[in-house]
């Protein structure tokens, strides 16, 4: 007789999708810190907050928002539970970490770059993490999967138009460029489309994760 496996799968799913969230904020905020150039989304959140006023994360909630129902009128992308909690607890958890202080701060040039690298991989694998258990993509990452999908076109070529776009937006609102800003931009995609399978194997069994039907153009 098989014993019943003590905890949902649809649990194991949604906590990994939180910890995706956490982690990417963590990443986030690390990069923030390391004062060499934030990702182009933070750039533009950025210009926002010191055009307009409240916090980052409050921005990265409006921001998303605004993306959900943008995606729906205009490429009929049906929101889900996913996206809307991508869109509130992510910039809660960018806000939290910035207001505990808990990340750590590089004094020299060498320590603020290790900072910075690490935020980096750190933010992607959070990505690769809350995509994992497919209980629905963020605003920004449900687009980029949404025209990888229907368009045909690989998620780093994706990603780098959208980062390209945003920074340039952020940087005309007074948001931070720097060299960590390109080498956001240029990278960002490609480590995310490593890490993503690499979850994914972890959660397709037993999770009740089904295997993709093909795996995304790189």
């Known amino acids: 007789m098989r014993k019943e496996r003590a905890v949902h799968p649809l649990t194991i799913r949604y906590t990994m999708f939180m910890l995706g969230l956490l982690v990417m ?42 993306i959900i129902f943008s995606s729906y009128a205009i490429g009929k992308i ?18 939290m970490f910035m207001w505990l202080e808990w990340v750590p701060k590089g004094e020299t040039l060498i320590q603020r770059a290790i900072c910075f690298g690490a935020g980096l991989l750190i933010y992607t694998c959070g990505t690769g993490m809350y995509l994992s258990p497919r209980l629905g993509a963020g605003p920004r990452d449900s687009f980029m999967l949404a025209l990888n999908d229907r368009m045909g076109w690989s998620i780093q070529k994706v990603r780098l138009g959208i980062e390209i776009t945003v920074t340039i937006l952020g940087f005309m609102l007074g948001g931070p460029v720097s060299i960590g800003t390109l080498v956001t931009a240029l990278s960002i995609g490609p480590l995310i489309q490593r890490f993503i399978p690499m979850w994914e194997r972890l959660m397709r069994k037993p999770y009740g994760v089904a295997a993709p039907k093909e795996q995304a153009h790189v």
């Open 25 to 66: 904020g963590f990443g986030i905020a690390m990069m923030i810190e390391a004062n060499m150039g934030v990702a182009p989304w933070d750039t533009f959140h950025i210009g926002l907050q010191k055009t307009f006023g409240l916090t980052i994360g409050m921005w990265s909630q409006i921001v998303g928002l605004v």
């Open 78 to 95: 049906k929101p889900t539970i996913g996206m809307f909690l991508n869109m509130f607890f992510f910039g809660l958890f960018i806000d």
